[in-house]
């Protein structure tokens, strides 16, 4: 008589998989997983094309710029070269500005501040490839986008620096800003939380019968909020007239992007399961962004709908200013990085077709560079934080259209007169 | 017009109105609303203005947010109240703070209506009430009818509102008036003042709340269901009870809270939430700070249990007119240095 079979007993033993890195602090930086195609490979559906018909995109790579700065293949998008050293200005000064004020809060003029350094091709072509009157529902780090439509820089070191002439009145922690007229939506500190609010302003738009789109933001960490999978299904359910992008910059704080479920597949292949377009792109090659940007929006403009482009970049920096990044991966990885650095990588590429030189380059940094401190004491000469605030006043505004009698019988407790 | 008709004609009313008016959510289009409220307005005005949701209340607010940032007055339904957790970082977080947060740039104008309370064998997950958590978010505003009169005016100041208002149903009274006498034969709004509903345009002001009963021994403090329940204790009590329905919790109406108490000098709060960190306590508070040298006994809270809400025990957990006449007797009580 034999024992009946019990299913699993001779199983081997389960295990648990906790994903890390290739690479930490000591090793040598690995990024021989990625899967990179050569620029100039991946083919270019017209916008009209069906999802069904192009769902190998995910999993491929828009690249336009190869090693050399030579402009490669259908996703070219063929910039005359003002636009292209716009572009490059924009970048650099985003650069410099950010080292600037990095320095600041090392010298304790700030609280806190972020860097989006060797991200800056992102925000900075979203913002000169879509319409002014578009809307950009931002993440920290794309303040590219306000640098490259010509925001005040000094408003924006107030807004650092919580001073008297902060534009948000020293409500907001520094670097989230918010500026309508520049289509830069109010940024929260809960990540993702806006991702959804792109879709519901296009689908206003959509209702009102409008032309404008919308632009959603979301670093590849964020993926796994639900924020992220409910914006994609109303995108999806509604046809919203939005552009959803991941930001994939390999770390969230000091998570890499396996923790957020880069193992198993692609952050634009997340798109298939919503039945929307998914692009891959590299995020540091500034003419793949404005292409696939251009590409999203047009499809967008033309009720096609929304589309999922995952920017493959790297975050060269720390997290804030409060990260030590060498603390969790080597801390030479990012000069390791195989896509490069987006401003390295334009400037080959204007100096290859012969509208840039090394000369006009350096002179540029040198003009920008004495804009950028010119800027910086014009807001120090308001205040940094501690020696400088908004009427506390502003404390109470806003809180409501109109005040409730809590604010006003509290901001008289601090003797301020209504 | 029961409480249902009213609400369904609010919407109706300022679909009619302002375009940039619109109603989704779960189940709200085509169907009319699990509870009937939005019943035949996709007919009425389109599917673009009344249409269904995903279930996913996140998404829901995120994308009546974003209409709102955009210059929408989007009127976007949770199905039940117990649901509005997984959207409750989108309120907090975002509705609440956008206009704050963005000097003004930015803000979210939207109407979040959602059923609410007990009284109907819902369990546990269709039955609390969560007004407390809202009224301590600064920013956002909280809204509970008690009567199909007071829910359309409301319901319409609420959509042209310019901050994010919670809108809270009270479905026990979709259907009829309940003063907690469960026992009894199911009453109906038919022929009750309030029940007189205007066809057409008109508000109840947000922050003003209503005396419901003018008495000189006791102040009785209650919103939704409890009004009616509070009625009840009243009769039972034989106190001399002066009741007052806040109408809305935020803005809260001090003004008539206070002299109300300075005036009767007890006062007894009522709701059907959990009692510990309750609104009553806030209420308590303040009507302890404002009103201390005139008050003639301890304030008295009645409220649900500290339990979460129980299926079978649904009439135990209630707050009931025996309970609410019981508190009235206890501040009408002398009290003495002894009894304390």
Known sequence: MTKPAIPGADAIALSLHIPEPTARPGDVADFSHLRLDAAGTTRRPDISADEADMRELPYGLVRVLDDNGEALGPWNPQLAPEVLRKGLRAMVQTRLFEDRLFRAHRQG????????????AIGVAQSLALAPDDMCFPTYRVQGWLIARGYPIVDMINQIYSNARDPLKGRQLPILYSARDYGFYSLSGNVGSRFG??????????????????????GEGTTAEGDFHEALTFAAVYRAPVVLVVTNNQWAISSFSGIAGAESTTFAAKAIGYGLPGLRVDGNDFLAVWA??????????????????????????????????????????????????????????????GEWTEERHAQMEAELSEILRDAQREAEAVGTLGTSKPDVAEMFEGVFKQPDWRVIEQRGELGIQS | MNMIQALNSALDTMLTRDPDVLVFGQDVG???GVFRVTDKLQQRHGLERCFDAPISEGGIIATAIGMGAYGLRPVAEIQFADYILPAFDQLVSEAARLRYRSNAEFWAPITVRSPYGGG???GQTHSQSPEAIFAHITGLKTVIPSTPYDAKGLLIAAIEDDDPVIFLEPKRLYNGPFDGRHDQAVASWAGHPSAEVPEGHYTVPLGKAAVVRAGNEATILAYGTMVHV??????????????????SIVPLDIDTIVASVKKTGRCVILHEASRFGGFGGELSALVQ???????????????????PYPHAFEWDYFPGP??????????????????L
Not at chain 2, 322 to 334: F, I, N, S
């Open chain 2, 30 to 32: 085509y169907f009319g």
């Open chain 2, 230 to 247: 509070a009625r009840a204790g009243i009769e039972d009590s034989g106190v001399d009870a002066e009741l007052i329905d806040l109408r």
């Open chain 1, 292 to 353: 696939a940007t251009l590409w999203a929006a047009e499809r967008a403009r033309t009720n096609r709908g929304a589309t999922l482009i995952e920017f493959v970049t790297y975050r060269a920096s720390g997290h804030s200013t409060s990260d030590d990044p060498t603390k969790y991966r080597p801390a030479d990885e990012a000069a390791h990085w195989p896509l490069g650095d987006p401003i390295e990588r334009l400037k080959q590429h204007l100096i290859l077709i």
């Open chain 2, 322 to 339: 025996a309970r609410v006449a019981a508190a009235l007797r206890r501040v009408m009580a002398d009290v003495t240095v002894m009894d």
């Open chain 1, 109 to 120: 003029k700030t609280s806190f501040f972020m860097k989006s350094t060797g991200e800056e």
């Open chain 2, 289 to 307: 700070e404002r009103c201390f040298y005139h008050l003639e006994a301890p304030i008295e809270r009645v409220a649900g249990w500290d339990t």
């Open chain 1, 197 to 218: 609010h792109a879709v519901g302003w296009a689908m206003a738009s959509a209702y009102k019968g409008g032309h404008r789109i919308a632009l959603g933001y979301i």
């Open chain 2, 120 to 122: 109907i064998f819902g």
